[in-house]
């Protein structure tokens, strides 16, 4: 099988954090009528609104997802539409509806139309407290302990199955935390290396709901936006994996990260008070071996810690000057 060209592309979860960045910048890059953003919710800015089509499609609703391939011709699909993992343990089966109903949905479409690739990301919570936690292996024990971790092995699993089936070309990557100044997250673990920014910029303070020495894999969003693409791009002749590649960037404690903030807002005071969301942090890898990914296609990452704080901390302390914040 060769890797087939990729032109006209659907997003699907195109409303949320991820989503909504990776469309623009596949635009950027592939025109902006060339890339269909989907969701079920209003996009929350004017840029993802107004910068190429967009529609409401419910991807366990088939015909809506087959409406919008027929009349954009769509040969690829980035399959971004989740619910992540805090709002999966308040309603498991919604979360399982939709991460596992809907990429059935996605997948069966993609084999139907014969579309040249299905980029599915999976995610760090794809791991277990059984697995080893420093340096995560990417081929490992999978034994996740949230429904949203046992979606994403399962949709790993899945994903490979019509590869080797069907010779669908189907590809994702295990995201680290993702972190972004533009779209805030949606009731995942990790939201506090989101919000911790926000709120120092804002009020000087915040209290953190994991404790000071959490320490797990994050990645700064152009980061992320970059490995996605990429992987959606490399040569499947060089590709060994397939829909499990890890991805790292860097791995920080809370209390580095907070650290960090504190030399560019000296007056900056972080708080812990763990709850429920703490088991879940301790279950999940703190370094991840991303060997895979960057011998395979050449992964690479752009920023650390510093550089990302710097990044964070300009352009929402000059939206929070602006009123913007």
């Given at each position: 099988?060769?890797?087939r060209?990729?032109?006209?592309?659907?997003?699907?979860?195109?409303?949320g954090?991820?989503?909504?960045e990776?469309?623009?910048?596949?635009?950027?890059?592939?025109?902006?009528?060339?890339?269909?953003?989907?969701?079920?919710?209003?996009p929350?800015?004017d840029?993802l609104?107004?910068?190429?089509?967009?529609y409401?499609?419910d991807?366990?609703?088939?015909?809506?997802v087959?409406?919008?391939?027929?009349?954009?011709?769509?040969?690829?699909?980035?399959?971004?539409?989740?619910?992540?993992?805090?709002?999966?343990?308040?309603?498991?089966?919604l979360?399982?509806?939709v991460?596992?109903?809907?990429?059935y949905?996605?997948?069966?479409?993609?084999?139907?139309?014969?579309?040249?690739?299905?980029?599915?990301?999976?995610?760090?919570?794809?791991?277990?407290?059984?697995t080893?936690?420093?340096r995560?292996?990417?081929?490992?024990?999978?034994?996740?302990?949230?429904?949203?971790?046992?979606?994403?092995?399962?949709?790993?699993?899945?994903?490979?199955?019509?590869?080797?089936?069907?010779?669908?070309?189907?590809?994702?990557?295990?995201?680290?935390?993702?972190?972004?100044?533009?779209t805030?997250?949606?009731?995942?673990?990790?939201?506090?290396?989101?919000?911790?920014?926000?709120?120092?910029?804002k009020?000087?303070?915040?209290?953190?709901?994991?404790?000071?020495?959490?320490?797990?894999?994050?990645?700064?969003?152009?980061?992320?936006?970059k490995?996605?693409?990429?992987?959606?791009?490399?040569?499947?002749?060089?590709?060994?994996?397939?829909c499990?590649?890890?991805?790292?960037?860097m791995?920080?404690?809370?209390?580095?990260?907070?650290?960090?903030i504190?030399?560019?807002?000296?007056?900056?005071?972080c708080?812990?008070?763990?709850?429920?969301?703490?088991?879940?942090?301790?279950?999940w890898?703190?370094?991840?071996?991303?060997?895979?990914?960057?011998?395979e296609?050449?992964?690479?990452?752009?920023?650390?810690?510093?550089a990302?704080?710097?990044?964070?901390?300009?352009?929402?302390?000059?939206?929070h000057?602006?009123?913007?914040?």
């Open positions: 099988m060769k890797t060209e990729m032109k006209r592309i659907l997003v699907t979860g195109a409303v954090q991820i989503g909504s990776l469309t623009l910048e596949l635009r950027k890059k592939y025109g902006a009528d060339n890339v269909v953003a989907t969701g079920r919710k209003t929350p800015s840029a609104k107004n910068s190429g089509p967009f409401f499609i991807v366990n609703k088939r015909e809506t087959v409406e919008v391939v027929k009349k954009h011709d769509i040969d690829t699909i980035y399959h971004m539409a989740a619910v992540l993992s805090v709002s999966g343990e308040q309603n498991p089966q979360a399982w509806h991460n596992m109903d809907g990429l949905t996605v997948l069966e479409v993609a084999r139907e139309f014969d579309m040249a690739r299905v980029i599915v990301p999976s995610s760090i919570a794809a791991f277990g407290p059984e080893p936690r420093d995560t292996p990417n081929d490992t024990i999978l034994k996740p302990r949230t429904i949203y971790g046992v979606t994403k092995v399962a949709g790993e699993l899945l994903g490979d199955y019509y590869f080797r089936k069907y010779g669908l070309d189907c590809r994702g990557l295990r995201y680290p935390g993702i972190i972004s100044h533009e805030l997250p949606g009731g995942g673990t990790t939201d506090y290396a989101v919000a911790i920014y926000y709120e120092a910029v009020q000087q303070r915040y209290s953190c709901f994991v404790r000071e020495d959490t320490r797990l894999p994050m990645m700064y969003m152009p980061d992320c936006i490995s996605t693409i990429d992987l959606a791009e490399a040569d499947l002749g060089k590709l060994k994996h397939h499990d590649f890890n991805v790292g960037a791995s920080f404690s809370v209390g580095e990260l907070a650290a960090s504190r030399k560019h807002i000296p007056e900056f005071t708080t812990y008070e763990p709850d429920f969301r703490q088991q879940i942090a301790d279950s890898p703190m370094s991840l071996d991303d060997s895979a990914a960057r011998e296609w050449g992964w690479k990452p752009a920023y650390d810690l510093e990302m704080t710097r990044d964070m901390l300009d352009v929402l302390g000059r939206r000057r602006e009123g913007k914040l």
